[in-house]
């Protein structure tokens, strides 16, 4: 993961980043966590924060399943000696189902950002930094 610089705010918008690390959620989720916050800012508040919690638990989950994909395969021998897709695989997949709908309602893809108007905050602060450049230059 990369390190987590923050954006500085943007005049006339208003950003919230929670001042704590939930308790609940993986020490290496850190940045991740900042940087949805980071990247919603001007659009999430801090009723987003459960949703954001939740999106970060199941990609911890997501991304454990991953990792037990990589160790034993996709597919394993069932019960009667048939191939079978892996428990591990299983539970990849139905939390992929989960993260797609949790990110579509954060607007973390460019089609669920521009249904939720994440876009044109984005373009708001693009242009207030333009702005502020142009000023710095005079």
């Given at each position: 993961m990369t390190r987590h610089t923050p954006s500085a705010p943007t005049k006339g918008l208003a950003r919230y980043i929670p001042n704590h690390y939930p308790d609940t959620l993986p020490e290496s989720y850190r940045d991740l966590w900042l940087d949805?916050?980071?990247?919603?800012?001007?659009?999430?508040?801090?009723?987003?924060?459960?949703?954001?919690?939740?999106?970060?638990?199941?990609?911890?989950?997501?991304?454990?399943?991953?990792?037990?994909?990589?160790?034993?395969?996709?597919?394993?021998?069932?019960?009667?000696?048939?191939?079978?897709?892996?428990?591990?695989?299983?539970?990849?997949k139905e939390l992929a189902t989960q993260l797609q709908a949790i990110e579509d309602r954060l607007g973390l893809s460019p089609r669920s950002a521009a249904e939720i108007g994440l876009n044109k905050i984005k373009g708001a602060k693009a242009g207030a930094e333009l702005e502020k450049l142009k000023n710095k230059g005079s």
């Open positions: 949805i916050w980071d990247y919603g800012a001007g659009l999430y508040t801090v009723r987003d924060s459960l949703t954001i919690e939740k999106y970060i638990k199941l990609k911890a989950r997501y991304d454990e399943a991953q990792e037990l994909i990589d160790l034993h395969g996709l597919i394993e021998e069932g019960s009667q000696g048939q191939r079978v897709p892996s428990a591990a695989f299983r539970v990849s």
